[in-house]
């Protein structure tokens, strides 16, 4: 109880997020589309100042406070940063060696522009549940994905819905996720309780979603469609496109199914694709390298480049071009420093009591099941928002707010799911969160741009809170917390 006295006034709490919009505004007004490469940046520093600033000279918080907070902060999205870096890598060798040109040639001539965006977000979804893995799916057959939309004429903000909505059911009812391990885990939900509790508002988001997209698919214009034979062409006059590329794919599927590490196993892949890229595109690896003549030390050279820096490979084609052009880890860079300067904002605000002392003021009055629901589902979307990180809404929002549960005798298991309905699945609607930088960062799309397109991640928050209403007009029945 001594902690709720040290929290900031709401109303205090508060002044940050004014000052972090209102630089925000001024940053867009100033450097429009380019906002993201660092005036956002000095918004989230500056903001992050104000707020330990109140806590230090307002309160009497101590700076040791704040250091360990940002500790603790930082060794939560430490892995997440790694793990952006390999997926650079990754992303620049499966280009590289020929394995997303292979799947985009292959995939012109499997899927129909009719249901496009609706098997886009079906295929996501499956890999996702496999694999446990949003990011890994979205950095894998999401780019590949891409491509093929952009060949069938598709915006890239339907495309990247799409893929984002696909990718978070599947992550969300997948045992093999950390999101939703840790969502059980920190409410004190068994683990399949819970995906099967889940189920009640995730089918329903989906089905929106899916039906949204099918509607999209059927409504695109089939005349908008010319340049997927100049894709193909130019892809099968530049690469070597073989079905045994496939393979690498496969594997580092095979390692995710299989509960290899994220880290060990994107390690893993980056390197398998970079011998492919030796053993079937060695004269475009030897050109990366600096070299028109194929030699070992070009060979190298370029492969290792097709980790670490941008490459671009000559098609023939300016609008292929763009598709095969890659940044590599270094292209993440940009994103890794947003990451830290959002999470140093979170910390400030963690540290200085100030979100607790919001979500408080949110709490105070509640008794009853939709309230409290809408407020999980509400603060689950706030913290995002204030932490700039999936891990810290989740447990911070679990954590609030299972007292609040146990008192008024809701079960554990809605508080599970309100937390995945709102601090999972809403994190990559935020510009700013970890995973709104790396999905945008990913796919080559503004948050800004895919987010109305994402329709499974707005409709589950509101699902939520809908399905805890009908189940309120339920006759109450006397049971166990789960």
Avoid at 89 to 117: D, E, H, K, N
Avoid at 469 to 478: D, E, F, H, L, Y
Wanted: glycine letters at 8%; charged letters at 10%.
């Amino acid at each position: 109880m001594k902690n709720h006295i040290e929290h900031p006034h709401w109303a205090v709490s508060c002044l940050p997020l004014v000052f972090l919009a209102a630089l925000l505004v001024v940053v867009i007004h100033f450097f429009g589309s380019d906002s993201l490469e660092g005036g956002s940046q000095v918004a989230l520093l500056l903001s992050a100042g104000l707020a330990i600033a109140i806590g230090i000279f307002g309160y009497g918080q101590s700076w040791k406070s704040f250091e360990k907070s940002i500790d603790d902060c930082f060794s939560s999205v430490a892995t997440s940063i790694l793990i952006l870096l390999l997926i650079g890598a990754v992303a620049g060798s499966w280009m590289i060696s020929g394995i997303v040109p292979t799947l985009v040639c292959y995939g012109l001539q499997i899927i129909s522009p009719r249901i496009f965006l609706f098997a886009s977000c079906a295929i996501a979804a499956a890999v996702a549940l496999m694999t446990g893995s949003s990011w890994t799916t979205i950095a894998t057959v999401g780019v590949a994905l891409m491509a093929i939309g952009t060949a069938l004429g598709f915006s890239p903000g339907w495309t990247a819905g799409a893929i984002i909505s696909g990718a978070y059911f599947g992550d969300k009812v997948s045992p093999l996720s950390d999101t939703t391990v840790l969502a059980s885990s920190s409410s004190g939900t068994d683990l399949f309780t819970h995906i099967r509790y889940m189920m009640f508002t995730t089918v329903p988001s989906i089905s929106v979603a899916l039906v949204v997209f099918l509607v999209a698919s059927l409504m695109h214009n089939p005349d908008a469609v010319p340049s997927t034979a100049e894709y193909s062409d130019a892809l099968r006059s530049t690469f070597r496109i073989s079905p045994l590329l496939l393979i690498v794919p496969i594997f580092t599927f095979f390692l995710i199914i299989k509960k290899v590490p994220a880290i060990l196993t994107l390690m893993v892949s980056a390197f398998v694709a970079g011998l492919a890229a030796l053993l079937f595109q060695p004269g475009i690896v030897a050109s990366i390298g600096g070299s028109d003549v194929i030699s070992t030390g070009a060979c190298i050279k370029g492969m290792m480049m097709s980790w670490f820096a941008g490459t671009s490979v000559d098609t023939g084609s300016e609008l292929v071009n763009t598709l095969t052009a890659t940044r590599g880890m270094g292209g993440m860079l940009n994103t890794v420093f947003l990451i830290i300067c959002a999470v140093t904002f979170g910390a400030a605000m963690t540290g200085s009591g100030m979100f607790q002392g919001i979500t408080e003021a949110l709490t105070r009055h509640i008794r009853r099941r939709v309230p409290s629901v809408a407020a999980t589902v509400t603060t689950g979307i706030v913290s995002n928002v204030i932490t700039a990180d999936q891990y810290l809404s989740i447990i911070l929002s679990a954590s609030l707010f299972k007292d609040l549960y146990r008192k008024n005798s809701l079960e554990s298991r809605l508080l599970s799911r309100s937390v995945e309905d709102s601090a999972t699945v809403c994190s990559v609607l935020i510009p700013w969160n970890s995973c709104g930088m790396t999905q945008a960062t990913v796919l080559g799309v503004a948050t800004v741009v895919y987010f109305p397109y994402c329709i499974f991640n707005i409709v589950s928050p509101l699902m939520s809170i809908l399905v805890a209403a009908i189940g309120s007009r339920k006759k109450p029945q006397v049971s166990k917390s789960v």
